[in-house]
């Protein structure tokens, strides 16, 4: 989403944004801004600071961001100095009117990061078998419906009521190796369904399930 009223600047921005594959959204006021990033998910802002009323929206967003997830943050100026706006909390910033070499760099960035975030959080439905292991002396084999780089959604034949530490391993269409992690039951429902949560994995193990997800989001 772009906050801003400067056409000539909103226009550059969206030529190079459309350049990036990334679709642009512009609001004229900071309020009606605030009012849809509360209904909907927004993956980047960019937001003009010369615009009536954008100190008050940034202040609304830095205590926003600490209640809630990170988002990635580019705003621009042309009259404000270097210090004003690092005080805003983003992670990019560029003065007005825009070098499109730097838009270029600090937009790709930006986008880089806007997909780390949604392959953060993407589930990929799946149904493997998985096997669940607590200690030596309980073995249960289940179904895994969907996976995560933070963990996986299962479903057992009863109730699972476990709350300590289980070992999970199951096989990945197309990797020749196991994925093995230890983890914790973040939540379990009377019809057998389950949120396994992962707390520790081999960096290799990680880094396979990691490019393994991207594989299956990009081909979506």
């Keep these: 989403m772009v906050v801003s009223r400067d056409w000539q600047e909103v226009s550059v921005l969206e030529c190079i944004l459309g350049g990036l594959h990334i679709d642009v959204e512009v609001e004229t006021y900071p309020e009606r801004a605030q009012a849809k990033l509360e209904r909907t ?18 202040r609304n967003l830095q205590r926003d961001r600490r209640s809630g997830g990170p988002m990635p943050l580019v705003v621009m100026s042309g009259a404000r100095e ?5 005080a805003t909390g983003a992670l990019f910033a560029f003065e007005k009117p825009i070098s499109v070499e730097q838009a270029v ?8 990061l806007i997909l780390d975030g949604r392959l953060r959080y993407h589930r990929q439905t799946i149904e ?15 179904a895994l419906l969907n996976l995560s780089q933070g963990g996986i959604g299962i479903h057992v ?4 009521k476990q709350s300590k530490p289980v070992e999970v391993s199951f096989r990945l269409p197309g990797i020749r190796s196991s ?19 992962f707390v520790e994995m081999h960096p290799r193990l990680q880094r396979n399930l990691q490019l393994w997800l991207a594989q299956q989001y990009f081909t979506q």
Excluded: M, Y
């Design 179 to 197: 994925v093995r992690a230890r983890g914790e039951v973040a939540w379990a429902d009377e019809r057998g369904r389950a949120g396994i949560r």
């Design 82 to 86: 270097r210090p004003q706006l690092e």
């Design 128 to 142: 493997i078998p998985v096997s669940l292991q607590w200690g030596r002396k309980r073995h249960l084999e289940a």
């Design 41 to 58: 998910k927004v993956d980047a802002l960019i937001v003009d600071c010369d615009l009536n009323g954008a100190d008050r929206f940034l």
């Design 105 to 112: 760099r600090t937009l790709s960035a930006a986008r880089n």
């Design 157 to 160: 034949d009863q109730p699972l």
